[in-house]
């Protein structure tokens, strides 16, 4: 049952945990400090409209102002266990099981999913859960576009396409205990916390905690782990003991004032695409490691190498062919949802370039099958793999370069 008075308790105490004096909130809320003085003593209660303004300026859910019970188990000091449900349940994972190697694009799946943005449902009203979102967010991090193993820098439009908004901690920057009690005033506001690994390990999409934060709860995610990506279940949350202690960094997740069409961050997805695709030159230390065509000529210079080696392992396939499989295979799914979601794009041109990207899955995945089967071959047979390989990826080049050209095209005209 609502209870006024205990609702007033929680709007002082969330005012004074955020530092604001009753009349500073009133200036803010753009009433009088008698009406700040009255929804605390539990003789009034504020309009709607000025909750959702509170719950803005102090970074909390309307929700945290009309219930604060478990605020009141926090102050109690002794340890309990704080989950944050979803906000509509998720059917089962019902995409392709492989590949699904990116992790930021599925983390990014899980947080559409966690607040219930997904507006396709099933028989039973869940959310639907399948490949499209990871489809979208692949190309919207940039990650389909390269071949890399995590984002360098998470991309703004990621995250404004759901309302939100991020800022990166590092626990350098913390001590342990204000590092746990970071994410667990995050977790009890309502959202997530995403712990950012600096080695390779689970990033965790938490969404509560027990022992006072020192575990946290929620789901893994690993870049290049196929099942641990698409085994997305808030009803089975894994327990992370200890996370503080290791050298990571923390996504906090915030309300944005602004929220970007969903038509937009494809466009701007689609401009960088053609960009970081049509690189001929510029890659990092590792020749395996960057964007665009000029991964085709490393890729094949490595190749040649080893064949000058006579080398007794095709060493450059693994698991390089894997990565190249995926991201082709969701660039060419994402020019596909942009015919339907960007308006008044040339589809005629857009069709086109995915036919050519058909053809370049078609060698990709007879590479995959040579790398799966790399141990398989005798050193007498390795030369012809490699020249065959070389050559499946000089025509691959040939045609990513005539899809770019009908993509440009396209898009200049939209």
């Known amino acids: 049952m609502f209870d006024a008075k205990k609702m007033g308790e929680q709007i002082s105490y969330i005012r004074t945990k955020n530092k604001y004096t009753q009349e500073q909130l009133a200036e803010k809320l753009k009433v009088s400090p008698q009406a700040i003085s009255k929804w605390e003593n539990g003789k009034a209660v504020p309009e709607i409209t000025l909750l959702c303004e509170m719950s803005k300026i102090f970074n909390c859910s309307v929700d945290r102002i009309l219930d604060p019970s478990s605020c009141v188990l926090r102050n109690m000091g002794f340890n309990y266990e704080f989950i944050v449900k979803p906000r509509i349940p998720a059917a089962d994972y019902s995409g392709s099981e492989w590949p699904k190697s990116i992790s930021a694009a599925s983390i990014l799946t899980a947080l559409k999913l966690f607040f219930g943005l997904e507006q396709r449902r099933d028989s039973k009203n869940r959310q639907v859960n399948d490949d499209e979102e990871y489809i979208l967010q692949s190309a919207i991090t940039n990650i389909c576009f390269g071949y890399s193993y995590a984002p360098d820098e998470w991309i703004h439009d990621s995250f404004l396409i759901y309302g939100l908004d991020y800022k990166i901690h590092s626990k350098t920057d913390y001590s342990e205990d204000e590092f746990i009690t970071l994410a667990c005033e995050q977790i009890e506001h309502g959202y997530p916390v995403i712990i950012i690994p600096k080695e390779y390990t689970d990033t965790i999409f938490a969404v509560g905690f027990s022992e006072n934060g020192q575990i946290l709860k929620g789901l893994g995610f690993l870049e290049g782990d196929d099942q641990k ?57 590792n020749k395996m490691q960057g964007y665009g065509m000029v991964i085709y000529q490393n890729w094949c210079d490595l190749l040649r190498e080893e064949n000058r080696k006579n080398a007794v392992q095709m060493e450059c396939v693994f698991p390089n062919a894997f990565i190249h499989y995926e991201n082709k295979l969701r660039t060419k799914q994402f020019f596909e949802l942009c015919i339907d979601i960007i308006p008044d794009i040339d589809k005629e041109l857009m069709t086109l370039a995915i036919n050519q990207y058909n053809d370049i899955l078609s060698f990709a995945g007879e590479i995959a099958t040579i790398a799966h089967q790399r141990d398989s071959f005798s050193k007498d047979s390795l030369k012809e793999k490699r020249n065959h390989i070389i050559e499946m990826l000089r025509r691959s080049r040939e045609q990513e370069e005539l899809a770019l050209s009908y993509i440009q095209r396209a898009a200049a005209k939209n």
Request: with cysteine; aromatic share 8%; proline share 4%.
């Open 229 to 285: 990506n698409a085994g997305l279940n808030f009803e089975q949350l894994n327990q992370y003991a200890g996370w503080y202690k290791t050298d990571c960094d923390m996504m906090i997740l915030k309300p944005s004032d602004k929220k970007m069409p969903l038509d937009k961050a494809c466009t701007n997805a689609l401009f960088r695409g053609i960009t970081l695709l049509s690189n001929n030159s510029h890659c990092g230390e």
